[in-house]
C-alpha cells in the first residue's frame, strides 16, 4: 500500500522557518518525481514545488522562489520542504504527492500557521 | 502560465441527472487532469490524460476536450459524487482550476 505521510507543520511567526517533511513507502520512490502542493483554507489547490527523481531538477512557483527548497533523500525515501522567510499568505495546509504524468499520490496534508 | 478556469463555480444536481463540469484553459493544452476532493480529505486523482478514469472511479464518469477546453461528465449523479473537483495541466508550472463545488440536490 502506497503512502506518503507529511510531519513538521504547526504554528510559525511571519519570517521565520519551517521543514516539511514526507515519508514515503509502498513504491520504488527514486523512481519518482515529487511535488508539493498546498491549500489555504477554503481555497483550492496550487502547485508549490517539484524535484525531479533523482533530485537534479527542481521547480518553484514563482511566489515562493528563493524562499522555498525542495530537496529529497532517496536513502529514506523522504521529501523535504524548506520553507524561510514564511509570510502571512503561506498559511496552508500541504500536500506532497508524486507525479507521473500527474499527481497520483498523495499524503494526508499538514498544515502550517504563519502568525503572530 | 496557464491560467484554468471551471465552470460553474458551484452547482447542485438531483440523484440520476448528467452533470458537466467545463476547464477552459488560456492557452493549449495536450492533457487534462481532473481531481476529486471531499471536506476535510486530501485530493483523489479522478481522470487523467483528459479520459482515462483513475482506479476505483466509476464508469459514470468520463472526460473529454481537447485544446483549450475540456470537461468532466457524470452520467447519473449519484449522492458519493458530491464533492468538489478541480482541473489541472500537465505543463510546466503546474496549475489547478479553481474547483467546482458539486453538491447533491
Known amino acids: 500500500e502506497v503512502q506518503l505521510v507529511e510531519s513538521g507543520g504547526g504554528l510559525v511567526q511571519p519570517g521565520r522557518s519551517m521543514k516539511l517533511s514526507c515519508a514515503a513507502s509502498?513504491?520504488?520512490?527514486?523512481?519518482?518525481?515529487m511535488a508539493w502542493v498546498c491549500q489555504a483554507p477554503k481555497k483550492g489547490l496550487e502547485w508549490v514545488a517539484t524535484i525531479s527523481y533523482d533530485g537534479s531538477s527542481t521547480y518553484y512557483r514563482d511566489s515562493v522562489k528563493g524562499r522555498f527548497t525542495i530537496s529529497r533523500d532517496n536513502a529514506k525515501s523522504t521529501l523535504y520542504l524548506q520553507m524561510d522567510s514564511l509570510r502571512s499568505e503561506d498559511t496552508a495546509t500541504y500536500y506532497c504527492a508524486s507525479l507521473w504524468g500527474y499527481f497520483d499520490y498523495w499524503g494526508q496534508g499538514v498544515m502550517v500557521t504563519v502568525s503572530s | 502560465e496557464i491560467v484554468l478556469t471551471q465552470s460553474p463555480t458551484t452547482m447542485t444536481a438531483s440523484p440520476g441527472e448528467k452533470v458537466t463540469i467545463t476547464c477552459r484553459a488560456s492557452?493549449?493544452?495536450?492533457?487534462m487532469h481532473w481531481y476529486q476532493q471531499k471536506p476535510g480529505a486530501s485530493p483523489k486523482p479522478w481522470i487523467y490524460?483528459?479520459?482515462k478514469l483513475a482506479s476505483g472511479v466509476p464508469d459514470r464518469f468520463s472526460g473529454s476536450g481537447s485544446g483549450t477546453s475540456y470537461s468532466l461528465t457524470i452520467n447519473n449523479m449519484e449522492a458519493e459524487d458530491a464533492a468538489t473537483y478541480y482541473c489541472?495541466?500537465?505543463?510546466?508550472?503546474?496549475?489547478f482550476g479553481g474547483g467546482t463545488k458539486l453538491e447533491l440536490k
Open positions: 490524460e483528459t479520459s
Open positions: 489541472q495541466q500537465w505543463n510546466y508550472p503546474w496549475t
Open positions: 509502498g513504491f520504488t520512490f527514486n523512481n519518482y518525481d
Open positions: 492557452s493549449s493544452v495536450s492533457y
